[in-house]
C-alpha cells in the first residue's frame, strides 16, 4: 500500500511545484561598461534567495569584480554589495511587483567584459529542505507531505493575491467607467449651455437689425 502511495505523492508534489515560479536560474554577460539587470515579479510576504558568482573560465585573462544592487518596485534598496566575485542576497517580499537586479563591472580590470552566473530561487524553493528534515527529524513521505503542504500554501497565497488585484483592478475599471459617463453628462452639459448662448445671441442680434 505504501509503495503504490509514495510514487502517487511524488507525482502530486512534482504537479503542484511546477505551477509555482520557483526558480530562475541564468548566465549573464556582462559588458565592460554599462549595466546588465535581471526583474522578477513577487508577491508580498515570499522569501528570496539568490546566490551569484563571476565565471572566470570564460574569461581566463581578466579577473573583475562587480557590484550589485536589488531594488523593490518602490525603489527601496534591499541588497548592496561592491567589489565582489560572489555573494548572495536574501529578504522577504514587503512590496508586490517587480524586483530588480543590476550587475556592472566595477574594477579597473575590466578586460573585454566578464560572465556571472546568477541562480534566483523564491518561495518554497528557497527553502533547505535538507536542514528542516535535519532539524525536525523527519524523512520519506512525510518530508514529501511538508513540501507538498507547503506548494498548496503558495498556491492558495497566489490565489489570494490574484483575487486582490482583480478587485482592485475591478475598484478602478468602475471608478474609470463613473468618471467618463460624468464627463460626458457634463460635456453634454457644456454643449446645451453654449448652444442656449448662441440662439440668445442671435436673437438678441436680429433684434437690433429689426429683422424679427
Not at 585573462?61 to 566575485?85: I, L, Q, R, W
Request: aromatic share 8%; glycine share 4%; net charge negative.
Amino acid at each position: 500500500m505504501a509503495a503504490s502511495v509514495f510514487p502517487a505523492l511524488l507525482l502530486a508534489v512534482a504537479a503542484v511545484v511546477l505551477l509555482l515560479p520557483a526558480a530562475e536560474a541564468v548566465w549573464l554577460e556582462l559588458p565592460p561598461s554599462g549595466t546588465k539587470c535581471v526583474s522578477e515579479e513577487i508577491q508580498p510576504n515570499v522569501v528570496v534567495l539568490a546566490d551569484y558568482a563571476i565565471m572566470y573560465e570564460s574569461h581566463p585573462s581578466s579577473h573583475p569584480t562587480v557590484a550589485v544592487k536589488v531594488t523593490s518596485p518602490y525603489g527601496n534598496t534591499v541588497h548592496h554589495n561592491e567589489n565582489a566575485t560572489m555573494g548572495q542576497f536574501a529578504f522577504t517580499t514587503t512590496e508586490a511587483g517587480n524586483y530588480l537586479a543590476c550587475f556592472w563591472i566595477d574594477s579597473v580590470e575590466k578586460g573585454s567584459g566578464t560572465s556571472l552566473s546568477l541562480d534566483w530561487r523564491i518561495g518554497i524553493a528557497a527553502k533547505d529542505w535538507d536542514t528542516i528534515a535535519k532539524k525536525e527529524k523527519i524523512e520519506g513521505v512525510e518530508l514529501e507531505l511538508r513540501k507538498l503542504e507547503a506548494a498548496v500554501e503558495s498556491i492558495h497565497h497566489n490565489l489570494l493575491y490574484l483575487k486582490a488585484r482583480e478587485a482592485e483592478m475591478r475598484t478602478v475599471s468602475e471608478k474609470t467607467n463613473s468618471r467618463v459617463a460624468w464627463f460626458s453628462i457634463l460635456s453634454l452639459g457644456v454643449c446645451v449651455a453654449v448652444s442656449v448662448l448662441q440662439l440668445w445671441h442671435l436673437q438678441g442680434f436680429f433684434q437690433k437689425k429689426k429683422l424679427i
